[in-house]
């Protein structure tokens, strides 16, 4: 079975500075790995996402993310946090073979202090 | 663009009583799923439904029924809640991506649940 541990459940940052959020994955198969945010009260939005191909991907509002194979990782990350990036992130794991299903780590807060 | 519509957005229940989650998507996706959220565990899978015509259960399915009505709607039903049942639920929809794996799960705004 698929699954996806988020090592940080809580992360601070200051404004300006840069973000990594770790994501590493457990599945059988060439995994395909998302990464969502939330803000509060609100929906999941997706931030990137990656299928095959290059291992390092691009996404909306700054953020890229790179997958290793090796390391079974997809982190996620923005060189400068702005105030709005504060919400909780989401990193998730899909594949055909598991009935189109998505698998989500526990998830990670992150707070930007000005 | 409506994208993943879910009625209602809050709800309150008294233990024991039975209520029906309804979730539509219009962008003729085939598969549709209902997770639920809560504090420090992500999101988990509850049942799901591959295509049209078929369900699955997930990680966390007690409790909880669903029908896919058509290709484009999919309830939750909650025959008896129960406090356990407090959560923010979620439904969402995605499409294979060709012959090589889904694309991204399209999300709800989530409906707000409380059982007293």
């Known amino acids: 079975a698929q699954s996806v541990t988020q090592p940080d459940i809580h992360i601070t940052v200051s404004e300006g500075a840069s973000l990594e959020l770790r994501c590493n994955y457990s599945?059988?198969?060439?995994?395909?790995l998302f990464w969502y945010v939330q803000s509060p009260g609100q929906g999941l939005q997706l931030l990137l996402k990656?299928?095959?191909?290059?291992?390092l991907v691009q996404g909306i509002k700054g953020f890229e993310a790179e997958f290793k194979r090796s390391q079974s990782s997809f982190n996620l990350r923005k060189p400068s946090v702005h105030w709005s990036d504060a919400a909780e992130y989401f990193c998730?794991?899909?594949?055909?073979?598991?009935?189109?299903?998505?698998?989500f780590g526990g998830g990670t807060r992150v707070l930007v202090k000005p | 663009n409506a994208g993943v519509t879910q009625t209602p957005k809050f709800q309150v229940l008294k233990t024991g009583q039975s209520m029906t989650l309804q979730c539509a998507q219009d962008?003729?996706?085939?598969?549709m799923y209902w997770y639920r959220q809560d504090p420090g565990m992500g999101l988990r899978l509850i049942y799901y439904?591959?295509?049209?015509?078929?369900?699955d259960k997930g990680e966390v399915p007690n409790g909880y029924n669903v029908s896919r009505l058509n290709k484009r709607e999919f309830s939750l039903r909650l025959e008896s809640a129960a406090p356990s049942q407090t959560s923010v639920y979620f439904c969402?929809?995605?499409?294979?991506?060709?012959?090589?794996?889904?694309?991204?799960?399209?999300f709800g705004q989530g409906t707000r649940l409380t059982v007293v």
């Open positions: 969402a929809s995605s499409s294979p991506r060709g012959s090589g794996g889904n694309t991204e799960a399209f």
């Open positions: 599945y059988g198969a060439t995994p395909y």
């Open positions: 990656y299928f095959s191909g290059d291992t």
């Open positions: 998730a794991v899909g594949a055909r073979a598991a009935g189109n299903k998505l698998t």
């Open positions: 962008m003729n996706h085939n598969s």
């Open positions: 439904s591959a295509s049209e015509g078929t369900t």
